[in-house]
């Protein structure tokens, strides 16, 4: 029986050519795999159809966006992820989702090979063959990109050669990886980290600095998840959609960093995520509301690990599933209302409400009406205090103290 290689197949270059040239190179019959994260662009059966023309034996495309949005960008949000403090993880929560599909393909048509387009460089050759290997340890991976030095100019001249049908006139000046999430953009002139962003750059957000009258949402959340904008239930990718195009508008989720890649390098990315900041910020000033405050502190290094973990690529790892159950516990209670305004590049928290609140007005109110009784915290103080107060003690008996 000939054997059979699953290829990620985005519809570019890189892929298109990697069909062909697997077929050479190990005689192997090659099965494309694409699916559609919301990414935009092509129609997916025009990708399908020119995966077939560029020699794969069968190509399968999936729209995976509602469950990109259920069962990835959920978890995300629930662990408020932000790697490095700023980036929301935009390709690294999609590489699993497309991992999973490649392990389905592979045993579907007896396939003993996995490969995809990523270069030696970067983290997704990490993601994908992590992945891959955690899901699926009897498949082999492997990368023409990386592993023979595919670079782009000998792609053109191995299409032309070939007559693939493929346009290879057209190259961005930047390397662009985009889905309902988000948009990551890197290279060309943004690889000097003192030149700024120009405007072209950007394709999901509006320029901030442009007058235009305020956006007010109102999100709700129930155990952690939006259920609904302005009252309107929605599922998670209507309400990501949704949020993209109005925090988007106002120009809010630029982000410009410096990051620090897996493989050991820098690497300077500039971000598109508006719908994922302003939903990140309104499910951290509800958590603020709802979440018992040595909980919420403990969280908030678990929430850094959890991002870690998934920038690293380990989405299936054991400690990541641990967390996951850590994480559904916290957000039981993260359930209510955030009124936001869109405005100038923020999305700025003016209202709070929910049923599942530890705030208490009588509690925090300096006016009449206080509860709170001001008596117990002279005692509270001191004994708060007594462990330091000890410790400089002994430290004053100690000799050469001064004392």
């Known amino acids: 029986m000939t054997e059979r290689v699953v290829l990620a197949y985005s519809g570019g270059l890189d892929t298109s050519v990697a069909i062909e040239w697997i077929k050479e190179e190990t005689g192997a019959e090659v099965i494309a795999v694409a699916a559609d994260v919301g990414q935009g662009g092509e129609d997916l059966e025009v990708i399908r159809q020119r995966a077939i023309a560029c020699g794969a034996v069968e190509a399968e495309v999936a729209d995976a966006r509602v469950e990109f949005a259920d069962e990835y960008c959920v978890p995300a949000l629930k662990a408020q992820a932000l790697y490095m403090d700023e980036y929301p993880l935009v390709s690294a929560l999609s590489r699993p989702l497309i991992v999973k599909h490649l392990v389905d393909a592979a045993h579907k048509h007896n396939a003993t090979i996995v490969a995809h387009g990523c270069t030696g460089k970067g983290n997704d050759q990490v993601r994908f063959e992590v992945g891959i290997g955690a899901l699926a340890p009897?498949?082999?991976?492997?990368?023409?990109?990386?592993?023979?030095?595919?670079?782009?100019d000998r792609a053109i001249e191995f299409a032309q050669a070939r007559d693939l049908p493929i346009d290879v006139t057209k190259k961005s000046p930047y390397s662009i990886d985009q889905n309902v999430w988000g948009r990551a953009v890197e290279t060309g002139f943004l690889e000097d980290i003192w030149n700024g962003p120009i405007e072209d750059v950007y394709s999901y957000t509006s320029d901030p600095t442009v007058p235009r009258e305020p956006?007010?949402?109102?999100?709700?959340?129930?155990?952690?998840?939006?259920?609904?904008?302005?009252?309107?239930?929605?599922?998670?990718?209507?309400?990501?959609?949704?949020?993209?195009?109005?925090?988007?508008?106002?120009?809010?989720?630029?982000?410009?960093?410096?990051?620090?890649?897996?493989?050991?390098?820098?690497?300077?990315?500039?971000y598109e995520a508006p719908g994922a900041i302003a939903l990140i910020t309104a499910h951290r000033e509800?958590?603020?509301?709802?979440?018992?405050?040595?909980?919420?502190?403990?969280?908030?290094?678990?929430?850094?690990?959890?991002?870690?973990?998934?920038?690293?690529?380990?989405?299936?790892?054991?400690?990541?599933?641990?967390?996951?159950?850590?994480?559904?516990e916290v957000?039981?209670?993260?359930?209510?209302?955030?009124?936001?305004?869109?405005?100038?590049?923020?999305?700025?928290?003016?209202?709070?409400?929910?049923?599942?609140?530890?705030?208490?007005?009588?509690?925090?109110?300096?006016?009449?009406?206080?509860?709170?009784?001001?008596?117990?915290?002279?005692?509270?103080?001191?004994?708060?205090?007594?462990?330091?107060?000890?410790a400089a003690t002994r430290a004053q008996k100690q000799p050469g103290s001064g004392s």
């Open 138 to 152: 009897d498949l082999t991976c492997i990368a023409p990109v990386r592993d023979y030095a595919m670079t782009r």
């Open 215 to 270: 956006d007010e949402v109102v999100v709700s959340f129930t155990a952690g998840v939006p259920t609904a904008l302005d009252g309107r239930p929605l599922g998670m990718l209507a309400i990501i959609e949704e949020m993209n195009r109005r925090a988007g508008a106002q120009g809010v989720g630029r982000l410009d960093v410096v990051e620090d890649r897996l493989v050991g390098i820098k690497s300077r990315e500039v």
């Open 286 to 328: 509800l958590s603020n509301v709802t979440v018992e405050r040595d909980l919420a502190r403990f969280t908030r290094g678990v929430q850094q690990r959890w991002g870690e973990l998934v920038y690293d690529g380990l989405w299936f790892s054991p400690l990541k599933n641990a967390l996951d159950a850590y994480l559904e």
């Open 331 to 390: 957000n039981a209670d993260i359930s209510g209302d955030i009124r936001m305004t869109l405005h100038g590049g923020r999305a700025t928290v003016t209202g709070r409400r929910s049923e599942k609140s530890l705030y208490d007005y009588h509690l925090a109110t300096y006016d009449t009406g206080d509860t709170f009784d001001q008596s117990l915290a002279k005692g509270f103080i001191e004994l708060w205090g007594m462990p330091s107060k000890l």
